[in-house]
C-alpha cells in the first residue's frame, strides 16, 4: 500500500510555471506505475500524464504535450510535474495516483490518490 500526497499547486497567471509534487509512503514506490490527473469544476477527471516505475516510459495528454514534464525521484518516493506555459484551462485540481498498469491513461486502473492540488491559472 501506498500513501500519496501533492504539493506545490497555487495561483499563477498565463504563461507562467508551476512546480507539483507527489510525496509517497512505503518502500515499493518504485514498484508502481504513477500518473497525474486533474479534474475542472462541473467536468470529468482527465488524464495529464503517466511515467513507468523506472521512468523510462512517459506518456501525455495531447493537451499538455511539450508544455508539461513528468518524472520521478525513486530514492526520494517522489513524483513532478513540471508545468510551463501554463493557460487558463489547466486550471483544475490535480491529483496524483499510483497503480499497476503501465502509463495507463485510465483514472479507474490506478489503485491509490492523492487528495489533490488546486492549480489556478489567470488570464
Known amino acids: 500500500q501506498v500513501q500519496l500526497v501533492e504539493s506545490g499547486g497555487g495561483l499563477v497567471q498565463a504563461g507562467g510555471s508551476l512546480r507539483l509534487s507527489c510525496a509517497a509512503s512505503g518502500r515499493t514506490f518504485s514498484t508502481y506505475h504513477m500518473a497525474w490527473f486533474r479534474q475542472a469544476p462541473g467536468k470529468e477527471r482527465e488524464f495529464v500524464a503517466a511515467?513507468?516505475?523506472?521512468?523510462?516510459?512517459?506518456r501525455y495528454a495531447v493537451s499538455v504535450k511539450g508544455r508539461f514534464t513528468i518524472s520521478r525521484d525513486n530514492a526520494m518516493n517522489t513524483l513532478y510535474l513540471q508545468m510551463n506555459s501554463l493557460k487558463p484551462e489547466d486550471t483544475a485540481v490535480y491529483y496524483c495516483?499510483?497503480?499497476?498498469?503501465?502509463?495507463?491513461?485510465?483514472?479507474?486502473?490506478?489503485?491509490?490518490w492523492g487528495q489533490g492540488t488546486q492549480v489556478t491559472v489567470s488570464s
Open positions: 511515467i513507468s516505475g523506472s521512468g523510462g516510459t512517459v
Open positions: 495516483a499510483a497503480g499497476t498498469y503501465l502509463t495507463s491513461t485510465y483514472y479507474r486502473q490506478y489503485d491509490y
